[in-house]
């Protein structure tokens, strides 16, 4: 076969790189650098979920999403973190940072978000929302953590 009937072979396949989202580039020396995204709500709908594939179970095992992730304090908190490194990554002049930011910080906290089994989204679809309760607490005894004031804190054995 030759090589013009091998990419003929492919031409049914949608080009799927041109959906990748990019970012902007950094601010040029002497600007101040802004953000590319005004928070982690635009950031996750028009970059990070596009930019991130995963196969999305949603039975309570594998991977999970809730397209309502916002919703979900821990999911919310982790990606307003991931997007503020993001933005940081993006401006720096390190050539390595946006690959040291999947690697550090999008591949752990992706992971935790997104566990089917223990993660805070996981009795979620993506296309059906369901709450999952806060952990239980109950309050600590008076001076069992140490204080400003010297407090004596808990004692460990």
């Known amino acids: 076969m030759t090589e013009s009937q091998l990419r003929g072979e492919f031409d049914d396949f949608p080009d799927t790189t041109t959906n990748i989202p990019t970012a902007a580039p950094a601010a040029a020396a002497g600007d101040t650098p802004r953000d590319e995204f005004p928070d982690a709500d635009a950031w996750v709908r028009e970059w990070f979920a596009p930019a991130v594939a995963l196969k999305i179970t949603g039975d309570g095992r594998g991977l999970v999403w809730c397209a309502q992730w916002w919703a979900h304090t821990e999911v919310a908190v982790r990606m307003d973190a991931l997007w503020k490194g993001w933005e940081a990554a993006r401006r720096d002049k390190d050539k390595a940072a946006m690959s040291s930011w999947w690697i550090q910080h999008a591949d752990h906290h992706l ?47």
């Open 111 to 157: 992971r935790a978000v997104c566990n089917g089994e223990s993660g805070p989204m996981w009795r979620c679809t993506p296309g059906l929302h369901r709450e999952v309760p806060a952990l239980r607490t109950v309050p600590a005894p008076p001076g069992w953590f140490a204080t400003g004031d010297g407090g004596a804190g808990p004692t460990f054995a």
